[in-house]
């Protein structure tokens, strides 16, 4: 499956922003599907996760009550709502498909396989 990322750009703090990431070539309507963010010479970071059903969102601590993850499978795409962003927000975005069908959520990269190839998110303060 190749993930395509998009909607990134550059925000004044306080402002939102729409990430959408478009799946070809497979399904991915039985996957858990993950955004994350990295930043140089940093480790990526987990952003949120949507199950294969779209039920259940789980977030990162750092961004729970401001971004909103959801999926519409019928599309074969997952997007990411971010809203109140904050400079901390500011990383290149990146979402993946688990690497287990029906598999449970994780927060750790490794358990996702098909990266999208990223997109920025700059917020000035």
């Known amino acids: 499956v190749q993930l395509q990322a998009s909607g990134g750009g550059l925000v004044q703090a306080g402002d939102s922003l729409s990430l959408s990431c478009t799946a070809s070539?497979?399904?991915?309507?039985?996957?858990?599907m993950g955004w994350f963010r990295q930043t140089p010479g940093k480790e990526r970071e987990f952003v949120a996760a949507?199950?294969?059903?779209?039920?259940?969102?789980t977030y990162a601590d750092s961004v729970k009550g401001r971004f909103t993850i959801s999926r519409d499978n019928a599309k074969n795409t997952v997007n990411l709502q971010m809203n109140s962003l904050k400079s901390a927000d500011t990383a290149v975005y990146y979402c993946?498909?688990?690497?287990?069908?029906?598999?449970?959520?994780?927060?750790?990269?490794?358990?996702?396989?098909?990266w999208g190839q990223g997109t920025q998110v700059t917020v000035s303060s």
């Open positions: 070539g497979r399904t991915i309507s039985s996957y858990v």
């Open positions: 993946a498909r688990r690497n287990t069908i029906f598999g449970s959520y994780s927060v750790n990269p490794n358990d996702y396989a098909s």
């Open positions: 949507v199950s294969w059903s779209g039920g259940s969102p």
